[in-house]
């Protein structure tokens, strides 16, 4: 482990990883994919001058399937609603779900009962980290102290909100590991809690680490105010770190790259109680138009 790398502990009595080619009723993922495990630490403790790369995850309990049917809501609330409600109260109309509303649906369930991993993952100063100078140990010292102490921006959760997740800091992830599997099968070869298999193809993410790079972050009134009133109308705008401002429009109250959700997959294969998932020794093998 070196000063850009952490190591998180995570467990919980249920969790739903959905799998996308499922469109009606949610199916889990044998195990947490690396967009669920980014959302762990990005709970605990993130900023946009870093963004995070899953290494590997390292499986303690695989859990077991359990099927329960639950209630769902159907209906989105649109940002354009919203901000209709702000303006006239009366024309609010809230969503209505539960006891037959129509808003409301039960769905089946195929979720994962009892789960524990262990998850490595690489820290990265984003260009806006880059541009201020910042340092990755300050990062990684703050990461090992709030998980320490339990701290967290939201609640940690396991492919769902509901499925909440407890957490703890691991300075030895391999060493977490085999710990452990010695405290729950004492006469068991941690080589054996997960047997090597190929999952086949799983969500990596829904966006794309290299432009996660670029980072994000919006700007107080102050400072929009102050760029805007610097900013010399006649020369090309471009946002912090070169990238060029939207084509036809003035640029927005933001400093980095806003970036649309795109989802990629990759080939996901467990080999000694380890998923690895780091993009530089992944294979992407596809991504969405």
Not at 216 to 230: A, I, K, N, V
Not at 231 to 255: F, I, N, Q
Request: hydrophobic share 35%; with cysteine; net charge neutral.
């Amino acid at each position: 482990m070196t000063e850009n790398t952490v190591s998180i502990r995570v467990w919980g009595d249920f969790a739903c990883f959905t799998r996308p080619e499922m469109k009606v009723e949610r199916v889990s993922y044998p195990i947490i994919t690396p967009s669920a495990a980014r959302g762990v630490l990005e709970a605990i403790f993130w900023e946009p001058q870093i963004y995070y790369l899953i290494d590997a995850i390292r499986v303690v309990k695989k859990g077991r399937w359990a099927s329960f049917r639950r209630n769902e809501v159907i209906s989105v609330v649109s940002l354009d609603s919203a901000k209709n409600w702000m303006k006239e109260s009366g024309k609010f109309a809230p969503i209505q779900a539960g006891g037959g509303a129509q808003d409301g649906t039960q769905r089946n369930m195929l979720a994962l009962e009892d789960v524990e991993y262990i998850i490595s993952a690489e820290i990265r100063l984003t260009e806006l980290g880059q541009t201020a100078g910042q340092r990755l140990l300050k990062y990684s010292e703050e990461i090992e102290r709030r998980s320490k102490q339990g701290k967290c921006f939201h609640r940690p959760s396991l492919g769902m909100r509901e499925f909440a997740a407890d957490f703890d800091w691991e300075p030895d992830p391999q060493a977490a590991l085999e710990r452990r599997s010695a405290e729950m099968l004492p006469d068991r070869d941690w080589r054996n809690i997960w047997p090597d298999e190929d999952l086949g193809v799983m969500l990596y993410d829904i966006f794309d680490h290299d432009r996660r790079s670029s980072g994000f972050r919006w700007l107080s009134g102050e400072e929009f105010g102050h760029r805007e009133s610097s900013t010399d109308s006649t020369t090309p705008r471009r946002r912090k770190g070169g990238h060029k401002a939207p084509e036809d429009g003035p640029l927005g109250p933001y400093e980095g790259v806003p970036i649309e959700p795109q989802a990629i997959f990759f080939r996901a294969h467990v080999r000694d109680a380890a998923l690895d998932c780091h993009p530089q020794r992944v294979k992407i093998i596809s991504k969405s138009p």
